[in-house]
């Protein structure tokens, strides 16, 4: 796979999605010399081998099918090893700390930039690219890349890109992030005779694709997280019993177990450490302040003075108005909402924005963490590999 170092060589990820396919056209048709690459990072016992997510037999077919039809190389790489450490470590440690991860975030922080980044200067690529919605921008006044976000505001992905850093962002590549609309991208892979025209996308975790879904994989692999505990309001008064804390997050309603009188309860806050689940009325659940640790700046080297903000604290959540206040740790942020904002969640990322650009971002903390024991998490990343190691496709490792 090795070749020669050329200008305007590009890596590119494709997913067997439409987007990825028309960014390698885009690409092609600016000049670019183009080299997709499917990641193979996790395989799921799916009832359709072919399909179940971004990375199944299907994706990596599909994909091959449009390189094919644009006349690019096409590889299939393996880097289930670093998604088993990173990002399935991060999802099953988080859980067990009552929190509710993001894994895309993760995936994306380190197998889709970090690794791929490094496949590049293995492979001789001069940048990288993907078929994410967002923009990249150099600031000559700041001397920084920016990250800002797409054109079209319904697709916009900066949220999930938010950690990625100078080097990355001076080598990235988002051909759709000028993109109208989903409907253009379509019409352009109809126009291409791309097999991937009108594929669905995809709303999977990748490697959670079976009928059981997140709570069933997460059963499977550390079943300590499904210890039956106390439900509690919020005066410490028990209410009932959960089914392991796994099983709920800020906010949730539904499937409580408890005999309510009528009343909606919600759940407030979970205490790993205690294993119980507090609950009480949806007013609880807005909260003014936040802290934000594992802080990555992007269009600011770091945060000098209070600083006004959009805020987001979900991938689907609005905007909220906001302030940033320096604390000693430059890695953590404390951030005062203009108003109350609901269900503000722990593990979740809250991401920061000037305008268009991308300010910077990090994990929502928790109030009262617990430290779950590493070894225990380990034994639960290696049993996950073992369950989906028959559907592993085999390829060259990272």
């Not at 305007?8 to 080299?35: C, H, N, P, Y």
């Not at 199944?56 to 099918?65: F, M, P, Q, T």
Request: charged share 25%; with cysteine.
């Amino acid at each position: 796979m090795a070749m020669a170092r050329k200008r305007g060589t590009v890596l590119l990820a494709m997913s067997g999605g439409v987007d990825s396919s028309v960014a390698a056209a885009i690409l092609q048709k600016r000049g670019f010399e183009v080299v997709g690459v499917t990641m193979q990072i996790w395989q799921e016992s799916h009832p359709d081998p072919r399909h179940g997510g971004c990375c199944s037999l299907g994706a990596v077919e599909d994909a091959r099918r449009v390189a094919r039809r644009l006349g690019i190389p096409h590889y299939v790489l393996n880097f289930r090893r670093v998604f088993a450490d990173t990002v399935i470590r991060d999802f099953i440690h988080e859980y067990r700390r009552g929190r509710t991860p993001n894994p895309c975030v993760q995936c994306n922080r380190f197998v889709k930039f970090d690794a791929l980044l490094r496949k590049a200067d293995e492979l001789g690529c001069d940048y990288i690219a993907t078929g994410h919605y967002a923009r990249t921008r150099y600031n000559p006044h700041t001397g920084r890349y920016n990250l800002l976000r797409a054109v079209n505001k319904d697709k916009d992905q900066s949220y999930v890109l938010y950690m990625l850093s100078q080097e990355q962002l001076r080598r990235v590549i988002f051909p759709l992030g000028t993109m109208p609309s989903k409907d253009e991208v379509r019409r352009l892979a109809a126009e291409l005779g791309l097999w991937t025209a009108n594929k669905p996308d995809s709303q999977e975790i990748c490697f959670v694709a079976h009928a059981g879904g997140y709570h069933q994989f997460l059963r499977e692999v550390t079943p300590d997280a499904f210890t039956p505990g106390e439900i509690r309001d919020k005066h410490g008064r028990v209410l009932g019993t959960h089914q392991g804390i796994a099983m709920y997050t800020i906010g949730q309603r539904r499937r409580l177990g408890i005999n309510t009188g009528g009343k909606p309860l919600f759940v407030l806050r979970i205490i790993p450490e205690e294993n119980a689940i507090i609950v009480g009325d949806e007013a609880d659940l807005y909260e003014r302040e936040m802290i934000v640790g594992d802080v990555e700046w992007s269009s600011i080297p770091y945060l000098e003075k209070p600083l006004r903000v959009m805020a987001k604290i979900r991938y689907n959540a609005p905007m909220a108005r906001a302030t940033l206040y320096p604390l000693d740790d430059p890695r953590r942020v404390r951030v005062v909402f203009d108003e109350p904002v609901r269900a503000i969640t722990p593990g979740q990322f809250g991401v920061f924005y000037r305008g268009e650009t991308v300010v910077g971002g990090g994990v929502i903390e928790a109030p009262h963490a617990a430290n779950p024991d590493a070894e225990t998490t380990d034994r639960a990343v290696r049993r996950a590999l073992q369950i989906v190691q028959p559907f592993l496709l085999e390829g060259a490792e990272v």
